[in-house]
């Protein structure tokens, strides 16, 4: 008879995560409201980038925004003023969220109204990669100053994202940062990831990224 019992409390979390996960997916697709998961290290331009989606985007469809952070409303400001619907998710020191959070925070938003809710997740290449949040497609962002080496080291990242977007592709002649080596090491870890070179503050790029999103919405609706 075994002296003690081992009980695998992470596995366990993460099945239950996921079948909320799941479950939120279904209810969104009902409802015809598309949720992009945006993620990426702290200083890579997701705001940024977020407003010049927004701008590309909110005069064809209804745009909401979950901020999500350990414990700031800055964000959440800044979106505000550009007149989508916007709810500001402190995560109590919690470097995630997870399907659970998301729920509350679209229950929160209402999504009756929308057809693009955007989650800008934590700032970290680590834990939201562990959590699926019930979004409808992952993207996230990795900015030239961070590194053409980020997918060898964070490839749980890389691996369960749609589309990475290369931010600040202006200051590529500033950085040790090689595009094409970059996108190889993305294509290999995650081969069905596109990958779009952009630059937030000029708008290079925006375009495409913004075709991209304007067609998964469409998929989305489509396959309701």
Known sequence: MDKYK??????????????????????????????????????????????????????????????ADIDSEVDANTISTTGA????????GMCHLDADMTKQGLLGLGTEEIDLAILENVGNLVCPAEFDTGASRNAMILSVPEGDDKPLKYPLMFSIVD??????????DYFNFDLEVVKERIIKINPKAKVIPICAKTGEGINQWANWLRKEVDNWNEKA
């Open 163 to 172: 589309i990475v977007l290369i931010n600040k592709i202006d200051t590529i």
């Open 85 to 92: 619907k916007v709810i500001q998710l402190h995560t109590g």
């Open 6 to 67: 081992v009980l695998k409390i992470k596995q366990s979390v993460f099945e239950d995560n996921d079948r909320q996960a799941n479950l939120l997916r279904e209810d969104l697709k009902k409802e015809k409201t598309f949720l992009l998961n945006l993620m990426s290290s702290p200083g890579s331009g997701k705001t940024t980038t977020l407003l010049r989606t927004i701008e590309a985007l909110k005069s064809e469809m209804n745009i909401g925004v979950l901020e």
